[in-house]
């Protein structure tokens, strides 16, 4: 399975696509530029080792390329991202959305927040997308400067919430191929109007405490993963 991050030159697009070409995953970082993509990706592969698969193009071509699609873009030039690569998105893809709508897209401190249109960034990216595309949105409590200490291990878990379970699995896998990161299904795509402002209240938290890596765990149960279905 190809996985296209689209946002792979930013800080935690390319923290992802290490963690990810470490852990075998074909990886490939989208870019506005096919040359910057294709730079990304050989400092990529230089942190991630020998053997990690990880190329670079534009944000087009990766898209593409790919049966899965992470988005990982400030909110400021989300709808411009996903309007460049609808037509290139692949019949059935799963799109996985890790936007935040932080006010900072216009002026004001990061840990607050805006409400679009649509009540969510992930909302607001279905809507600008083809029907066929399965979106999935996520990865909002992982912070992005915990990703790029890359010989230190994750901690917390990866909420996932959206209205495909099987595209929730696909996004899980990926997060389980991450030493010591879980996954758990959130409910529907609604719910992103929750989960996208948990990262604001991390960067709140980060700012209160002098910390960077502040994140969510739940608990409850020793795994998560896909729900057992119900009788």
């Avoid at 709140?204 to 149960?221: E, F, H, L, S, W």
Wanted: aromatic letters at 4%; glycine letters at 12%.
């Amino acid at each position: 399975m190809s996985v296209a991050i689209i946002g792979g030159t930013g800080d935690e697009g390319f923290g992802l696509a290490v963690r990810l070409g470490r852990a075998g995953v074909e990886v490939v970082i989208g870019s506005r530029s096919e040359e910057r993509g294709a730079a990304s990706a050989e400092k990529a592969r230089g942190v991630a080792g020998a053997g990690a698969s990880i190329e670079g193009t534009s944000n087009e071509a990766a898209a593409s390329g790919s049966d899965v699609v992470m988005v990982t873009v400030p909110f400021g030039g989300q709808a411009e991202i996903y309007r460049s690569i609808k037509d290139s998105v692949r019949q059935g893809a799963v799109v996985c959305d890790a936007t935040s709508p932080l006010a900072s897209a216009v002026g004001r401190p990061a840990w607050q927040v805006l409400t679009p249109w649509e009540g969510s960034a992930a909302e607001q990216a279905k809507a600008i997308m083809p029907a066929h595309v399965r979106m999935v949105s996520g990865f909002h409590t992982i912070s992005a400067e915990a990703l790029h200490e890359f010989d230190r291990p994750m901690e917390g878990d990866v909420l996932l919430c959206g209205g495909d379970a099987k595209a929730k699995a696909t996004i899980g896998e990926l997060v389980e191929r991450i030493p010591d990161l879980r996954w758990v299904d959130a409910g529907p795509l609604s719910l992103a109007r929750i989960l996208e402002r948990l990262t604001a209240l991390m960067i709140g938290v980060n700012r209160a405490y002098g910390t960077k890596d502040a994140g969510i765990k739940m608990i409850g149960r020793d795994s998560w993963g896909a729900p057992e279905p119900r009788p």
